[in-house]
């Protein structure tokens, strides 16, 4: 927020080209952080199981059973996460056979990169994790409403 504050303000009000220089280091920046943030709030999401998920037609299951209702749907999201991690990993390899820094702080774009392959076996790690772990008592959407 401060980053992009002090862009907002240089660009409008203060034109010396020192400060419009880091101007755009900060709006870089901002950019990288906000990235690195959507990815790992998809990390905390999964592990909270927060992400958003069609279950009405499932919720009648007994509590034994419930646990399972979105196996199939969370083995294709596993395949997913897989390849991008793969994915992730062939970017990273293709970044350092020819480097490339990012365009105002210099930073070498394979270490920024990392973050998908990272985020997304993180993911993984997670989604399997919620299998592991014991099932929440009150998982009954009906007793959360009331």
Known sequence: ????SYSAVVRYFLSHPVL??????????AIFAFVFQLYFG????TKERAHFRVSAQ???LRPPFRRWRFVIGDVIWLGFN????WQGIVLIGSALERPEPSMALQ???????????LTFALTCF???QTYMRPEPEDDDPMKKQL
């Open 107 to 117: 930073i070498p774009m394979q270490w920024i990169y990392m973050v998908i392959p």
């Open 126 to 128: 997670r989604l399997v």
């Open 58 to 60: 499932l919720d009648w």
């Open 1 to 4: 927020m401060a980053c992009l």
């Open 82 to 85: 897989l390849f991008v991690v």
């Open 20 to 29: 419009t220089g880091l101007s755009h280091k900060a709006e870089e920046l």
């Open 42 to 45: 998809a990390v905390l999401a």
